[in-house]
C-alpha cells in the first residue's frame, strides 16, 4: 500500500483516488439535480453560503482526484484531457455542468411541460409556461402577412414551384450540366421574377403572360424538330410570331374568356408579409446584388479612371452609411426625384435600394478574391490572347470567386438578416407582423412566444445557409 | 488614348450625368409644387418638439440643430457602450472558442452560432418587448448591492456629484500623458541597452497616485447619490436622484453588444489560430515563459490580424446602432430624419445630412483603418 497524499493523486493508488472522486462529483451533480428537477434542498441543514457552494467545492475535489495523467483508462484520460486539464478548468466545466442542469427545468416547462397549445383563444392558456396557440391562431399571418386567406395556395404554389425548379441541377445528365449556369443566372430568375410578380400578385397581366407561356411551350416542341442550324433564327423569331398570332388572331376571344372565368384576384404589394415576405425579398436582393456587385469589383480594378472612380465612389458610399437610412431614403427622398405622376411601388423601391446596399458589400468581397489571385493567372491568360471579358470569364472569376464564397455566404446571410428593417417603410415581415400581432387587444402579453418562434425560425434559415455554404467551400476548394 | 478606352467611359459618365440631372430636375419641380425652397437654413428654426433622453439639455425652445446633436450624441452614448461590452464579451468569448476543454468550447460556439444567426432587430424586441417587459415595478424592486435598481422603468445607478471635476479631469489627462511618455521612454531604454522598465505597474500606479492627488490637495470632492424611491400618484412610483438609463438604451446597449460580440469573438479566434505554430514553439525554445510568450511573440502577431476587421466591427456596430428608431430609443436616426423630418418635410436636406454624418465616420475611421494597415504591415527586406 503506497502513501496516498490527497494533494497529489498519482497512478498507484488509482483505484482509491478514482472511487473517491467519482463519488465526490456524481454526489455533487445529484444535489444539483434534485435541487433543480424536484425542487429538493438536501442539504438545506447546512447555514446558507456553505449549502449554496457545496456541490461546487465537493465536485471541484472529486474532479481534483481524479485528475490522474496516463492512468490506463481510456475513459478517464478522455475526460481529463478535454473537461478537467487543471483546476481552473475543472471549475468552469463544473459551472457549465451545474448551469445547464439548473436551467433545464425552467427551460423544458416554459417550452413543452406548462405550455399549452390546444384551443383558439387566449382563455386556454392558463399554465405558467409558453401559450404556443397565439402561434398556432396567428400562424398564417406570420406566414403570409395580410394576404387573403382564400388565395394563400398562389404562394405556395410559388414556392413549392420555385424550389422545385431550383433543384433541377441535381437531376441534371451530363449533357444538360453545361447550361445550369446559364440557367440559374439568367433563367431561373426570370422564372421567379414572372411568377411572383404575376402569379403572387395576380391581376389580368397573368393572363397576357399566359400567351407567352403558351408561346413558349409550342415552340420549344417544335424546337426539337429543327436542324441545329437555324435553331438560333428560329428561337428568336417563331416565339414572337406565336405570341402575337395567338394573342390576336386564333385565341384571343377564348383566352379572354378564360381569363374573365378564372381571374386571379390582384393583391397589392402592401398586403404581402410574414415569412413569404422574407422570403420574395431576400431572393430578389440576392439574384440583383450579385451581378451589381461583380460589376463594382471589376469597375474598381478597372484601367478607366472614370469608371474606377465612380465604382469607388458608389462602394463606399453604400457602404458608409446605415442600411435604415438606405431605406428612408428610398421611402421619403426617393419619391421627390421622380417625376410627379411617376409611382414605383414600394416594395419594388425596397429590393433596389437592398439590392444596391448589399451590392457594395459583395463588391468588396469578390475584391477580396481578385486580389488574392496571383498576376501570373493574368499574365497567363493575356499571353493565350484571350481580351478583358474572355480572359474575366474563363480564367478570372471562376478562381476568385471559388475563394470567396464564405465571403459571399457572409454576406447573403446578413441580407437575410437585414430584411426585417423594411418596417422602416411599412412592409411587414416576420418581425413586422410579430409586432402588429403583439398589440392586438385581444392577445396581449404573448411578446415572448412569437420572438421566440421567429428566432428559431430565423436560425433555422440561417444555420442552414452558413452550413450550405461551408459544403460549397469544401466541395471547391482546390490545393494551389 | 484612343476610342475603345475613351468611349466607355464616356458612356457612364454621361448616364450617371443622365440620371443625376433626371433626379435634381425632378426635385426642382416637385419642391416649387410644395412651395418648398432647398436650403439648410431650418436648422436654425425653433424645433418645438420633445425628445426622451438626451445627454444635453433640450426641449422645444432649442434649434434643429441642436436635436442633431442631441441624436449624435445619443447615438454615440450607445455606441460606446456597445463597443465596451462588445469587446469584452467578444475576447472572452474568442479565448474561450480556443480552449482545449470541450465544455467551454462547445459553449462558446453555441453561444456564437445562435446570437449571430439571429436577425440584429428582432434581439432588440426581444430585450424590449420580452425581457425588459418582465421587470418589476419600482415599487416592488429588490435593490441589488442595496444602490442600484433594476426596473422595468429602467435601470437606476448611483451619479456622483462632483466639486471641481475638471480639476479631477485634468489629473487623468495629466497622468495619462506620463504614461505615453514612459512607454515611449521604456520603450527606448529597452532598444537601447535591453533593460526592461515595469510599464504597466507604474502605469497603474500613476492612474491611482495621481487622481488621489487632486483630491488631497486640488479641492476635489465626490459624493454618491443613491436613487431614491418617490411616489408619484397612487399607483405611480419613480426614482429620484441618480442616474435613470432608460429600458430602450439597455436593450439596444444589450442587443448590439451581444450580436456584435459574436463577430468580435470570430476575429479574435481567428487572429490567435493565424500565428502559426513554429513561432510559439521558437519563443518557448529561447526560453520565454509561457506567459512572455503570449506578451511577446502571439500577442503582436494576433493584433495585427485581429484589429482591422474588428475595428470593421466596431463600424458596423455604430451604423447598426441606427436600429434604435425601432423601439424610440432617440438615436440620430430617430431624433432627426423621424421626428424633425416630420415636423418640416426636408426630406432631401435631413436625409442627406444623416447619411452624410455616418458616411464621414465610416469613411475617417477607413482611412485611419489604411494608415494603420500601412504601418504594422511586416516590412519584408
Known sequence: MNKLNFL????????????TGVILVALSIFIVFLNSFFNKDIISFLPGSISFFLPLILGFIGLHLIRIDYSGLKFLDSINKNINTNNFNAFLSLLIVFVVIKSLPPILSWFILDANIAGDSKDVCTGSGACWTYIKIWF????????????????????????????????????????????????????????????????????????????????????????????????????????????????????????????????????????????????????????????????????????????????????????????????????MFLPEDMFIDKLVRVIIAISLFEAAYVAEVIRGGLQALPRGQYDAAKSLGMGYWKMHILVILPQALKLVIPGIANTFLALVKDTPLIFVVGL??????????????????????GYVFASVLFFIICYAMSKYSYNLEQKYKTER | MNIKKLLPQLLTLLVVILIFGFFSFNAQVNMENRGITFGYGFLSQESSFDVQFSLIEFDGSHSYFRAYLVGLLNTILVSVIGIIFATIIGVVVGIARLSNNYLINRTAGVYVEFFRNIPLLL?????????????????????????????????????????????????????????????????????????QTPVLSISIGLLIILPLLSFLFGGVDASIEVPVIKQLSQSGFTYEGGIKLPPELISLALALSLYTATFIAECVRAGVQGVSKGQKEAAASIGLTPNQVLKLVVMPQALRIIIPPTTNQYLNLTKNSSLAAAIAYPDLVLVFAGTALMQTGRAIEIVSITMLTYLSLSISISIFMNWYNKKIAIKEK
Open chain 1, 140 to 335: 398564417n399571418r406570420f406566414m403570409y402577412g395580410m394576404y387573403p386567406n382564400a388565395e394563400q395556395w398562389r404562394i405556395n404554389l410559388s414556392f413549392i414551384a420555385l424550389a422545385f425548379l431550383g433543384t433541377i441541377g441535381f437531376f441534371a445528365t451530363e449533357k444538360f450540366k453545361k447550361y445550369l449556369t446559364l440557367y440559374y443566372v439568367v433563367v431561373y430568375p426570370v422564372i421567379a421574377f414572372f411568377f411572383i410578380f404575376f402569379f403572387i400578385s395576380g391581376g389580368p397581366i397573368f393572363f397576357d403572360f399566359s400567351y407567352g407561356i403558351i408561346a413558349a411551350v409550342i415552340s420549344i416542341i417544335i424546337g426539337f424538330f429543327i436542324p441545329p442550324k437555324f435553331k438560333m433564327y428560329y428561337f428568336i423569331i417563331v416565339p414572337i410570331t406565336l405570341y402575337i398570332l395567338l394573342k390576336y388572331v386564333f385565341f384571343y376571344e377564348e383566352l379572354i374568356e378564360l381569363g374573365k372565368l378564372e381571374a386571379l384576384e390582384w393583391v397589392e404589394t402592401g398586403a404581402w408579409g410574414g415569412l413569404s415576405l422574407t422570403f420574395i425579398v431576400s431572393f430578389f436582393c440576392l439574384i440583383f446584388c450579385f451581378p451589381i456587385g461583380l460589376f463594382l469589383s471589376l469597375g474598381r480594378r478597372s484601367d478607366f479612371p472614370i469608371i474606377k472612380y465612380f465604382s469607388i465612389g458608389m462602394i463606399e458610399f453604400w457602404r458608409g452609411v446605415p442600411l435604415i437610412t438606405v431605406l428612408f431614403m428610398s421611402s421619403v427622398m426617393f419619391p
Open chain 1, 428 to 449: 411587414l415581415e416576420i418581425v413586422g407582423m410579430l409586432n402588429l400581432a403583439k398589440t392586438n387587444p385581444e392577445w396581449l402579453g404573448f411578446a415572448m412566444e
Open chain 1, 8 to 19: 497529489q493523486p498519482d497512478k498507484n493508488n488509482l483505484n482509491t483516488y478514482l472511487y
Open chain 2, 123 to 195: 434581439q432588440i424586441f426581444f430585450w424590449y418587448f420580452a425581457a425588459l417587459r418582465a421587470l418589476p415595478l419600482p415599487q416592488d424592486t429588490e435593490p441589488m448591492f442595496g444602490v442600484f435598481f433594476l426596473t422595468i422603468k429602467g435601470f437606476f445607478v448611483p451619479a456622483f456629484v462632483w466639486n471641481n471635476l475638471d480639476i479631477f479631469i485634468y489629473s487623468i489627462i495629466a497622468a495619462i500623458i506620463t504614461i505615453i511618455f514612459i512607454r515611449i521612454y521604456a520603450r527606448k531604454k529597452q532598444e537601447n541597452e535591453g533593460i
